[in-house]
DNA sequence: TCCAATTTCGTACGCTGTACGAAAATGACA
DNA sequence: TGTCATTTTCGTACAGCGTACGAAATTGGA
């Protein structure tokens, strides 16, 4: 019988799953009765990491992700409280599987590092922008991570508070970058076209359907775009470019 | 009997919808037989756009629209092809309601009256991030939007890839901060506790989980937003923070 | 051996977008 | 005015989703 009254637990369930490998000492009192579990939480959440690098985000269904262990689709529920505490699982372990180098000695090398690992990992799983947009996780890989980030772009010479705001600029502006992309991939892939291909295929009513309208500017950036690297955008050449000014911003901030 | 062989249309059927209203001169044929349409494509998107402003893009369903006007639900597909379109349409007519001031002279000035323009519009109607996953689009005040952004960065020194550029990261960086501002909405609705009573919930049960890790940085990092301003974030301070290191890049950048 | 605890999972519900086809409404023409 | 081709309306249905519920199966401890 306890002193206390019972008062409802608000802590969220999700974070002991979370730190499920890392709780205190003790390891996690496994069922003294009952059957077995067939397979553990990392099986099942590695199985819909593969799932949402091979087919996406849409096609982490609980009944698929069951399917594969031959399980019935409700099983799953016994290891995750639902679908999106399992996405949030999937993000830290995902994370995990990404090694945390040395960083450098020079600032502007180490700023680049933060923003292109973060890059890097977003396009080798790009479901992690949509898992983003549903709950801001706080994992044991995570955490790792977002010390590391801050290891990064601390002694540079800024407070506290903007140390936590540089890091969310720089890998913001990464996950920008991964998400336009995301975009243009996937639009190659449901019109069956390649980007010059959708333009040449879109000419003709686009110039009738814009003939009363004037946008010189966006016809000329378009056009010197088009010649730069016949596509209307690149990714690739955007992040060096806003990664060059944002770092340049920041040094200049604290006075290099 | 044409004398062009029938090549299938790879054309987008969306554009002309997009364009309705300004499609060269003259009007759409309207149908010569048939019943009247009981409404119209406009009245349909604004419906859309009031669902989504009060309760998410979630709550834009097909049947709760076609209930605002009593209709079927299959009638919407009468007026547009299927709800991906429709949510693009909604995007552009939003994008329409805001009206685009006159840029001051002052270049950081234009820059952040870019940035904040695009953010305000964004805390207005949140759901535009989530539509911006779906498709980038391309419809008559998506355009005018982006000339006038082109027109803010114009004449600053900046080379015509670069002007889109930076038209991007500051965009860009606004809809990263509108969409933090979202994701905390989101939580303290969902959680049904603020920020901080969160925290404070979770307090025993993060120290417990997280005893064999050390986050010195984060601790350190943590404990200064909290005194700052009672939360782990502020994305007004973010704003400001973000928005003049990056206009400091970019006009450094220029030379000035 | 028996029971309590635990996992497994079939069924079902409400929800989604939308394919299909019938029914209703309308303008043009005989 | 009657007829018909055209267009809009929309009821029904289907596949797929997350998951609530409860029964069945499995296991270790007493």
């Not at 369930?13 to 730190?19: E, G, H, N, T």
């Not at 243009?184 to 814009?210: C, F, H, P």
């Given at each position: ?183 243009k991939r996937?639009a190659e892939?449901?019109t069956g076209m390649t980007e010059s291909q959708w333009w040449e295929a ?28 016949q596509a ?25």
């Amino acid at each position: 019988m306890n002193d206390v009254p019972d008062q409802p637990d608000q802590s969220d369930p999700s974070l002991r799953l979370l730190w499920r490998h890392r709780t205190g000492a003790r390891e996690e009192p496994r069922a003294k009765r009952g059957p077995k579990q067939k397979v553990s939480v990392d099986e099942i959440v590695d199985a819909a990491i593969d799932l949402a690098d091979a087919e996406g985000l849409a096609a982490v269904t609980m009944r698929a992700i069951a399917q594969r262990f031959g399980l019935g689709a409700m099983t799953l529920y016994s290891y995750v409280p639902n679908r999106d505490a399992l996405l949030v699982l999937m993000a830290d372990q995902v994370t995990g599987r990404t090694e945390l180098p040395e960083l450098p000695a020079d600032p502007r090398k180490r700023l680049e590092l933060v923003a292109n690992l973060a890059h890097d990992e977003l396009r080798a799983h790009p479901w992690l922008l949509e898992v983003q947009d549903v709950r801001p996780w706080l994992g044991p890989n995570m955490s790792d991570r977002y010390e590391w980030q801050l290891s990064a772009v601390d002694g540079i010479g800024l407070t506290d508070l903007e140390m936590d705001q540089t890091v969310a600029v720089l890998i913001g502006f990464a996950g920008n970058i991964a998400r336009s992309e995301l975009m243009k991939r996937r639009a190659e892939q449901v019109t069956g076209m390649t980007e010059s291909q959708w333009w040449e295929a879109n000419y003709d009513t686009l110039s009738e359907v814009m003939a009363g309208s004037h946008y010189p500017l966006a016809n000329r950036v378009g056009t010197a775009a088009g010649e730069a690297y016949q596509a209307a955008t690149d990714p690739a050449r955007e992040l060096d470019y806003g990664l060059a000014r944002i770092i340049d911003g920041v040094l200049a901030h604290v006075g290099r």
